[in-house]
């Protein structure tokens, strides 16, 4: 008789960290918020809209389609097709049995590659085998139309009753043959039905378009400059995907009549603003998405606005929950909750001190910013704005141990005092050293707790 673990449902935990205290007419409450997600592996059925249904090894069912540039630049040079076939290849054989796939060559429109037939395979040793014959169909020739190739992989994703829905998407060029708003209306579309990570590959690819589309649809982005590493980095690709637990969980805020949501960002493991995408969740809540769960830890900076008060008077700011909104509009609570307070004191010292988390996360939201500011100067020829920006790059990221956006800088700038921000711009910049900068940009690191 076969042996089955019992499933288990990840636990999720909730930690705030801020200095409550406010100096007497002081409004504004800051509070990092750390969810972190724990002991998953199996899940169990049952329990409703991202938790269900499960597979039969225990873990939630899955649905995965992978979308393919296929447009006549991928043809140059001639390895970046062969390269891209590989990496789906290698996408394909580390889907866990039982997963249901499709891949999708994108020109101009979108193409059905595997399995054809208009809904999705279910991955075995025999489906694996037979996608990887179908792969030498790829071919590059046409344009390229993403948001036909996200309307397609939406609407196979959407033909399985499954629990998680993610798409890998790859291109190596511009969004060039539909409109701006057409994608748009694409993203639009398809935000809340699946997660979607995408990639550039080579250089002649719009970073703003790729990490817009892993923004809009709460995935990752990245830039492969070598086409010879896509088949390493699909593999990781995949194997997270693989790892996820749970979909579309939000972060629930509720705060009390008086108060207001500033803004909620996620700060870690990357810079990314929720604030326009709540969803209102019944009186004074409301729902922040923040996509599929494996286990993980994230931060998120809360910033609320709060009446004035009088000193010694406290209040509760904020209520920070973690559900699973369902289709009829209920949700499923995940049991984890942590709160935001705000106390009125005279004491200089206890309201003038800063906690180290949101010093530490304010600061690396702020070099997100300067490093794009930095960049757009540059690339208009205001190279002393450039320079001050990407000055206060270096800084911000040498104060916070930020080493990997620092080696990043260092290929665009010559560093004269990190301390001080004290830079030169480099006369010369490979195109692959820029893009990978503005790329990665966003990408923080933890607090030192």
């Not at 990639?199 to 809009?216: H, Y």
């Not at 603003?273 to 923040?290: H, K």
């Not at 309201?351 to 949101?358: G, M, N, Y």
């Not at 820029?434 to 690191?445: A, C, D």
Request: charged share 25%.
């Amino acid at each position: 008789m076969a042996n089955f673990a019992k499933p288990s449902v990840p636990r999720f935990s909730v930690d705030v960290y801020q200095n409550e205290y406010l100096p007497e007419g002081g409004r504004e409450v800051n509070a990092i918020v750390t969810v972190t997600a724990t002991g998953g592996g199996t899940l169990a059925g049952g329990l409703g809209g991202g938790l269900s249904p499960a597979a039969s090894d225990g873990r939630p069912s899955a649905a995965v389609a992978i979308m393919v540039d296929c447009s006549g630049s991928m043809d140059y040079p001639p390895a970046k097709m062969r390269n891209a076939r590989d990496a789906t290849a290698a996408a394909i054989d580390t889907l866990r049995d039982g997963t249901r796939f499709a891949v999708i060559a994108g020109t101009h429109v979108a193409t059905e590659v595997y399995p054809g037939d208009g809904g999705l395979a279910v991955a075995s040793p025999t489906t694996r085998h037979r996608a990887k014959q179908a792969l030498r169909r790829l071919a590059a020739a046409g344009g390229t139309a993403i948001g036909t190739w996200l309307r397609l992989a939406d609407r196979l994703l959407s033909s399985a009753d499954v629990t998680l829905r993610h798409g890998i998407l790859l291109t190596d060029g511009r969004n060039e043959h539909e409109a701006p708003e057409d994608l748009r209306a694409a993203l639009d579309a398809c935000a809340g039905r699946f997660t979607c990570d995408a990639r550039g590959v080579g250089t002649d690819w719009e970073v703003k378009e790729v990490t817009g589309i892993a923004s809009a649809l709460l995935g990752t982005a990245d830039i492969v400059a070598d086409p010879a590493g896509l088949a390493a980095d699909f593999t990781r690709m995949m194997e997270t995907a693989m790892d996820k637990e749970v979909a579309d969980v939000a972060l629930r805020v509720w705060t009390p009549v008086g108060t207001a949501i500033r803004y909620v960002k996620q700060v870690a493991p990357a810079v990314a603003d929720l604030t326009a995408r709540r969803t209102e969740a019944g009186p004074r809540a409301g729902d922040y998405p923040t996509g599929s769960w494996g286990d993980e830890s994230r931060d998120y900076h809360l910033c609320v606005e709060v009446p004035p008060a009088g000193l010694g008077r406290e209040m509760l700011a904020a209520r920070v929950s973690l559900v699973v909104p369902q289709p009829d509009g209920s949700a499923q609570d995940l049991g984890a909750q942590g709160l935001v307070r705000a106390v009125w004191t005279d004491d200089m010292t206890a309201s003038t001190a800063i906690s180290p988390q949101v010093a530490h996360y304010t600061g690396q939201a702020e070099l997100a910013q300067v490093i794009k500011q930095g960049l757009d100067l540059r690339k208009v020829g205001d190279f002393d704005g450039a320079t001050a920006k990407l000055g206060r790059a270096v800084q911000l990221a040498s104060a916070s141990g930020n080493a990997d956006t620092a080696k990043l800088l260092s290929k665009v700038v010559d560093v004269v005092d990190a301390a001080t921000g004290t830079v030169r711009l480099k006369t010369r910049v490979a195109e692959a050293d820029e893009m990978t900068l503005e790329t990665r940009s966003t990408k923080t690191v933890r607090v030192k707790k």
